[in-house]
């Protein structure tokens, strides 16, 4: 009896270091689980930060490709601005403006062909014109010069050349073409010869330094008329009657007559 008491004393005394025990060992164990997770959270945490660090500077660098080469490019997130350069002196247009002395003279133009010294110019409707001339005191060049002729039984300006440079300083004016292509056709009378800044008209007062219309050349246009033999032709502004100089030599000579006459007479009957 004595015996199992001791042995039940001893379970007793053993169960209860073991429960004593029990706790810190569970203690330990928990703590070493929890640290051992901790430590697994922590890696994965960082290798999570790294995977994800990696694939945004994959993503940052192609977007920055995409942005760069402009391919691939989402639509409404990227947006990229242009920023033009300032332009170079070549790039860049330089205004100039020509000071002129208000005192100059006003450009104008010396006649070449025909000259204004030679006789009196006559055209033939069919043959081709030639002027030639020169520019004089011109500082500020006109942009475009007109070239007309100039009839004051129509009032007409009959169209030479049109918009010619200054360099342009002569001009070949086919009249036959003229004459088969006009509205108005050439008649035959005296013209004047205008050459003039296109931009305003042959009536116009030039600017100092400017072209001033030219008209001091007048020369005659005439259209040739068929051949017509001499035993048909007529003239047109011929008389049958006497002109007024043959009606005067006549009436002199029959008074020189009659007054020969009259003294004759005189002289036999004395």
């Avoid at 332009?87 to 020509?98: C, N, P």
Wanted: hydrophobic share 35%; proline share 5%; charged share 10%.
């Amino acid at each position: 009896m004595k015996l199992s008491i001791v042995i039940f004393l001893c379970c007793l005394l053993l169960s209860s270091g073991a429960y004593a025990k029990s706790p810190r060992w569970l203690h330990h164990l928990a703590a070493r689980n929890v640290g051992i997770q901790l430590r697994q959270d922590s890696s994965k945490a960082s290798s999570r930060s790294s995977i994800t660090s990696s694939v945004a500077s994959k993503t940052s660098a192609s977007e920055s490709s995409s942005i760069t080469s402009g391919i691939g490019s989402p639509v409404g997130e990227v947006s990229t601005t242009t920023v033009s350069s300032p332009a170079t002196e070549s790039d860049s247009t330089a205004s100039s403006s020509i000071s002129v002395d208000p005192r100059s003279p006003a450009g104008g133009v010396s006649m070449i062909t025909p000259a204004i010294t030679d006789s009196e110019t006559y055209i033939k409707v069919g043959d081709y014109a030639t002027f030639s001339w020169t520019y004089t005191s011109l500082i500020v060049s006109p942009s475009a010069v007109n070239v007309e002729a100039y009839c004051s039984v129509n009032d007409y300006y009959y169209p030479i050349a049109e918009n010619l440079t200054v360099k342009d300083t002569s001009y070949v004016w086919n009249t036959s073409g003229y004459q088969e292509t006009a509205t108005i056709p050439l008649l035959v009378a005296e013209y004047t010869l205008y050459i003039y800044d296109a931009s305003s008209n042959p009536s116009s007062i030039a600017s100092p330094g400017h072209l001033a219309a030219y008209d001091n050349l007048n020369f005659g246009v005439y259209t040739p008329q068929p051949y017509t033999p001499l035993n048909e032709y007529q003239c047109a502004t011929c008389s049958g009657s006497f002109s007024l100089i043959e009606r005067n030599v006549l009436r002199g000579t029959l008074a020189i007559s009659v007054i020969a006459c009259l003294f004759t007479i005189l002289f036999m009957i004395r």
